[in-house]
């Protein structure tokens, strides 16, 4: 235990409870890896590869964007996972299928007009950088434009993707026409060996709860939609399910199309939570132990917050709290009366 540890720790994105996408794979600890239980990560990485419609599922703060970001992480072979993110996306995108396949093919586009004005250092260097396994120091948000590694070494793609723009803006036309351009534009990226992966892991952000009336008709358009339009096209599709979606009729209705659910994993043990948190020290905060920084009891009464909330990101925002208190305090550790009162001020009962 070292107030060293504390102050590496707290400058770090060890304990961030929303890492951007970029971050989210590095810091990812494969439920695969926590002993006596069923494969999570490599059934979602095959599914990814077989040009699966898949769904994962669980509750909010629990690790599906996690999960997905490890399967479809830049060091993935062979696919070409293309995020869409739908937060802040009106309901009019759902308003058809037309719409959405226009938000897909105007994200593609970007995408391809990002990538295709760099020139040939640039990709090198902006290749390397997203293929690098370690977690960039500091508090950082993301720097620059998110980068595509399957765009950096895929040749012409990159220009291909980016013309589809001028298509889709010029163009008035049908609904059924805008699907048919999505399929086709999908079939360049398979033309250069590689699946496209439709990302939506923010669906939770963009749908909230079925209970929250107001945006009931967003989760509704959306099974009505998006796994019947994902079934037709070329490639896979993951999206993020928030399990309480799993009431809805249109979901019931969606099964047919859906090939997959993964289901994240609930933590069953503090010995669970340990390994992902120590995984997180390890890779964010240089050669740091968990141990430097939290005590066993601690880490017993993040587990029993996770027990409660089943949220990992419940706990990373205690212990980040706790971590910045011990650490402006000169203290050298985190122990569990400071958890406790982390959580006391965050969940007064
Ligand atoms: N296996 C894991 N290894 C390391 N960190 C994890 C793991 N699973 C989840 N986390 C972390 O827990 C936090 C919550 O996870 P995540 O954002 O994936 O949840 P979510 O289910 O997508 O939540 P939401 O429903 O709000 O979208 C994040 O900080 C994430 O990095
Ligand atoms: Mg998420």
Do not use: N
């Not at 961030?16 to 979602?44: K, M, N, Q, Y």
């Not at 013309?163 to 999908?186: C, E, I, M, P």
């Not at 339009?229 to 979606?245: E, N």
């Not at 390890?282 to 430097?292: K, N, Q, R, S, Y």
Request: net charge negative.
């Amino acid at each position: 235990m070292s107030t060293d540890a504390l102050a590496e720790v707290a400058r770090s994105v060890a304990f961030e409870a929303a890492p951007t996408w970029e971050i989210l794979w590095r810091l990812h600890h494969p439920f695969d890896r926590l002993p006596g239980r069923g494969p999570v990560e490599s059934v979602l990485s095959r599914a990814v590869h077989a040009g699966d419609v898949v769904a994962v599922v669980g509750g909010s703060g629990s690790g599906k964007s996690s999960v997905m970001s490890a399967a479809c992480s830049p060091l993935e072979v062979g696919i070409a996972p293309v995020r869409l993110p739908l937060r802040a996306e009106p309901l009019d995108t759902l308003r058809s299928v037309s719409a959405f396949a226009r938000h897909v093919l105007a994200s593609l586009a970007a995408l391809g007009r990002d990538h295709a004005r760099l020139d040939d250092p640039q990709r090198e260097e902006a290749y390397r950088a997203a293929v690098d396994r370690r977690v960039p120091p500091g508090r950082r948000r993301g720097s620059g434009a998110p980068r595509a590694p399957w765009l950096l070494t895929g040749g012409d793609l990159a220009a291909q993707l980016a013309s589809a723009a001028v298509a889709v803006a010029g163009a008035r036309r049908s609904g059924v026409a805008d699907v048919q351009q999505l399929g086709q534009t999908l079939s360049l990226v398979e033309a250069h060996g590689l699946i496209p992966v439709l990302v939506l892991e923010d669906t939770d952000a963009w749908a909230a709860s079925p209970s929250d009336a107001s945006r009931r008709p967003i989760a509704v358009h959306f099974f009505r939609e998006v796994p019947r339009l994902a079934a037709d096209l070329p490639g896979s599709t993951v999206m993020a399910v928030h399990d309480t979606y799993r009431e809805l009729p249109e979901w019931a209705a969606a099964q047919e199309l859906i090939d997959r659910q993964v289901l994240v994993p609930r933590l069953g043990s503090a010995g669970e939570l340990t390994s992902i948190l120590a995984h997180r020290v390890g890779v964010a905060a240089g050669g740091t132990h968990l141990a430097d920084v939290l005590d066993g009891g601690a880490v017993e009464r993040l587990f029993e917050l996770y027990s409660s909330t089943r949220s990992l990101r419940a706990v990373l925002v205690v212990a980040d709290e706790a971590v910045d208190e011990a650490h402006a305090a000169g203290r050298d550790s985190v122990d569990a009366a400071l958890v406790d009162r982390v959580v006391g001020s965050r969940y007064p009962s």
